[in-house]
């Protein structure tokens, strides 16, 4: 091969890169908890809603360009974006996709282009919990929310007359992938290097939620807490190319971190949900035979 189809090769390979080619889903790689208890702690119909407002707006900088710089050996990218990266998702997961399905006679969703179907982070991530916590058997009922409508990790349509009482807001307030390039200071020459086997990149994948358990009906703040935790992101042609095991990875452990406290915790605020514990009925006193 002359060294301008080498160059050229290199040079493709590092455009693709840049434009942060990544597979369809960053969560399936998640694998479910199993049951931590018998019996459910939370005999409440229960429902999980995601919130990733303002995440799709983040920004990101492309450090793609430090590969023009001779002997560099690596970049650096901070995409703070992750739904930007993925430009179409598995449309026989959709949940729109789906519905569109169940329903050929009825008028497509709003939006909805079978050829083009958006990756929606919010709907994945709350569908890998479910299926999760599902599994852990500490609710005796448990959908997530998508659309204002009820579903779970195995439904392909809306659940009907489903009304949570109690119910886990979960918001992304930080999903940051720390991307460093490497060009092994051969500029863009190094990215045949990476056709060879040779990493690609390395970095950091940080995800931070917060997590807020609320009494629907009573519209009461029962617990909340923060989680943030950071996964290591080494990044090859042929294995993990998009980090997408390093966000299962980042995501896993802070299931198995709210699963633990969930069940520390849930007996607490399905007393509160029910006004507290009944109190015990005070024994009959022994009648004194009357005179």
């Not at 290199?10 to 942060?20: D, E, M």
């Not at 590969?67 to 998702?89: C, D, K, N, V, Y």
């Not at 991530?125 to 195995?154: C, H, P, V």
Request: glycine residues 8%.
């Amino acid at each position: 091969m002359s060294s301008r189809k080498i160059f050229s090769a290199a040079f493709a390979l590092l455009l693709a890169f840049a434009s942060g080619c990544s597979p369809g889903g960053y969560f399936h790689h998640v694998q479910s908890g199993g049951q931590l208890v018998t019996v459910p702690l939370m005999p409440k119909r229960a429902a999980i809603a995601v919130s990733d407002t303002g995440l799709a707006e983040g920004g990101a900088t492309s450090g793609w360009a430090y590969g023009l710089i001779p002997l560099m050996p690596f970049g650096r990218q901070t995409f703070e974006s992750p739904e930007a990266l993925i430009h179409g998702f598995e449309s026989g997961r959709h949940v729109p996709y789906l519905e569109a399905q169940d329903a050929p006679d009825s008028p497509p969703p709003d939006g909805f282009d079978p050829d083009y179907v958006p990756y929606d982070l919010a709907w994945e991530m709350a569908d890998t919990i479910q299926r999760d916590l599902a599994a852990s058997n500490l609710f005796s009922e448990l959908r997530y929310e998508y659309d204002g409508k009820y579903y779970t990790a195995e439904s392909k349509s809306p659940l009907p007359y489903y009304t949570p009482e109690f119910k886990l807001d979960i918001e992304v307030k930080e999903m940051t992938w720390s991307r460093h390039p490497s060009f092994y200071g051969l500029s863009m020459g190094g990215a045949a290097l990476w056709v060879l086997g040779l990493p690609v990149s390395y970095g950091t994948c940080r995800m931070v939620l917060a997590v807020e358990a609320v009494d629907v009906a009573g519209d009461e703040l029962l617990w909340d807490k923060e989680y943030a935790v950071e996964a290591p992101c080494a990044e090859w042609l042929y294995w993990n190319w998009g980090a997408d095991k390093s966000w299962s990875e980042a995501l896993a452990k802070i299931l198995a971190e709210l699963r633990l406290d969930l069940k520390q915790n849930l007996p607490g605020m399905a007393n509160k949900m029910t006004g507290g514990a009944e109190k015990p009925a005070a024994p009959e006193t022994e009648r004194q035979p009357q005179d």
